[in-house]
């Protein structure tokens, strides 16, 4: 490496145990891939302080079987599983948009909701705690190629069209956070729905790159569950909704809404009511045009592009917005979050937490509140108490969580094997199974005051280990320390 120009190693966290084995990479059957995969993974180590992250191929589109197969067999030794779907329309060019294909891509880039749904559902059988991510790695339009160019270089146009694709993709990959952690466009300049197309000295930015500079307030925020009712459009191939949105909330309690109006004739009325935000105020963007296969060249690099939004109005927990046709919008708002913290008998608190200790050989966390502990007692913070056998136990924690200040809060719980952890009612980590010290994570906004906390953990065999750790809003990432937990004598 040296020789070659980089003494230090690069610290790449994440690698791909081949690629599209099912196809052009081997043309495999599920079960010989994953005999491979075992095999050459087994020598890809960590190494220093980098994690080797291994991501194993997974399906082609719908092929359901290829989940299942390697997800048995490689579940338990693999950080993510690889997904590729694309959006086909290659008998046209990214500019030959007409109603009828614009409706026809709209139907085919829904199928990313079947698929991630489908395909998480059975890693949910030997992944319920959702250790495995679901990578989407290639995603996005494949046309026709740009007459007049390299076919192989797979060089296509990029227009109004593919920046919905682009919005639909995102918004199903945000409402899906829990399962799919990464996801990758292919590909990023000048092949197929690329976010930037260069020729010589020139650069231009496309629609799509527009839309991925809108949707970016989703990063390091809180998915925000939602329920949307909306009209449907009929199209050759079925019914598709005639909206399509995400949301999340930000470390600052404001409220992201990225919202794509899939008709190409209609606008569309989008009503947002909130059960713990009271509205301030709000600001929006919006991306569109009043041509379908508008795009940008490098002569006219400005046709489409992102402008302000202001079509709609305010209420006390309401928005309604009014979507313009064929349009991706993205709409802030400010406000109150109308949080509630536990109710609190001061007089009977004790500092630390109440655990209850239970003994037995566990694969998977069990409903703890039907087995009868063994001994139980209070003890200052999330560790062992004195007298932990090696092998064979269980462990809960509860009492309350004290909270300085409000604002959003990550919580990282890690542990050797299976645990679980709860906030106010609210299941924020599962890290369950059988498996060596992984660490994994869960944000949830929290008022000021004391909030209910819960912790379970078991202990089958080999290494043990339980930790956790709390970002508070501004702060960094720090060991949980004694004189933040409460419990009331029981």
Request: hydrophobic share 35%; glycine share 8%.
């Amino acid at each position: 490496r040296k020789k070659n120009g980089r003494e230090k190693p690069w610290n790449v966290p994440y690698w791909g145990l081949g690629n599209e084995s099912w196809g052009c990479g081997g043309d495999m059957k599920p079960q010989y891939y994953s005999d491979l995969a075992r095999r050459y993974g087994r020598f890809m180590k960590d190494f220093g302080n980098t994690t080797l992250n291994k991501i194993a191929v997974g399906p082609n589109g719908n092929d359901y079987n290829w989940t299942d197969v390697i997800m048995h067999e490689l579940g338990n030794s693999i950080w993510g599983l690889a997904l590729h779907y694309y959006t086909w329309n290659t008998g046209e060019h990214a500019t030959d948009v007409t109603e009828k294909s614009w409706y026809n891509t709209m139907h085919n880039t829904l199928v990313m909701e079947e698929l991630v749904t489908r395909h998480s559902a059975i890693m949910n059988k030997y992944d319920p705690g959702k250790s495995v991510a679901l990578v989407v790695d290639e995603w996005g339009m494949w046309h026709a190629v740009e007459p007049g160019t390299n076919p192989g270089f797979l060089y296509q146009q990029n227009t109004l069209r593919d920046a919905l694709v682009a919005g639909i993709n995102l918004n199903i990959f945000n409402n899906h956070c829990d399962r799919v952690k990464m996801a990758a466009i292919a590909q990023t300049v000048n092949v197929l729905q690329s976010l930037i197309l260069t020729k010589d000295e020139k650069m231009v930015l496309t629609p799509t790159y527009h839309v991925f500079d809108m949707y970016k307030v989703h990063q390091d925020a809180v998915m925000i569950p939602i329920s949307l009712e909306t009209d449907s459009i009929d199209t050759d191939q079925g019914k598709i909704p005639a909206l399509h949105i995400s949301s999340s909330l930000d470390k600052d309690g404001k409220i992201h809404i990225t919202a794509c109006n899939l008709n190409a004739e209609e606008n569309e009325k989008l009503v947002c009511s909130f059960n713990s935000f009271t509205v301030r105020s709000a600001s929006g963007q919006i991306l569109t045009s009043d041509k379908l296969n508008a795009h940008n060249t490098f002569d006219e690099p400005d046709n489409v592009g992102i402008k302000p939004f202001d079509d709609f109005k305010t209420s006390e927990n309401k928005i309604e917005i009014n979507v313009p046709k064929h349009s991706v919008i993205a709409v802030e708002l400010t406000g109150d979050l109308n949080l509630k913290s536990a109710e609190v008998d001061f007089s009977k608190l004790k500092p630390g937490l109440s655990f209850n200790f239970y003994e037995g050989e566990l694969n998977r966390l069990p409903d703890f509140y039907e087995i009868e502990p063994k001994r139980s007692g209070s003890i200052n913070n999330v560790i062992y108490p004195e007298g932990t056998p090696a092998n064979n136990f269980g462990l809960t924690y509860e009492g309350y969580i004290k909270i300085d200040k409000e604002g959003l809060y990550e919580f990282y719980l890690t542990s050797d094997d299976g645990s679980k952890l709860s906030v106010d009612n609210k299941e924020i980590v599962l890290n369950d199974g059988l498996h060596a010290m992984v660490e994994k994570s869960g944000s949830l906004f929290l008022s000021e005051g004391y909030h209910n906390i819960n912790i379970s953990f078991f202990q089958r065999g080999g290494g043990s280990g339980l930790n956790l750790k709390m970002k508070a809003p501004g702060g960094e990432k720090e060991e949980v320390k004694d004189g933040i937990f409460f419990h009331v004598e029981k």
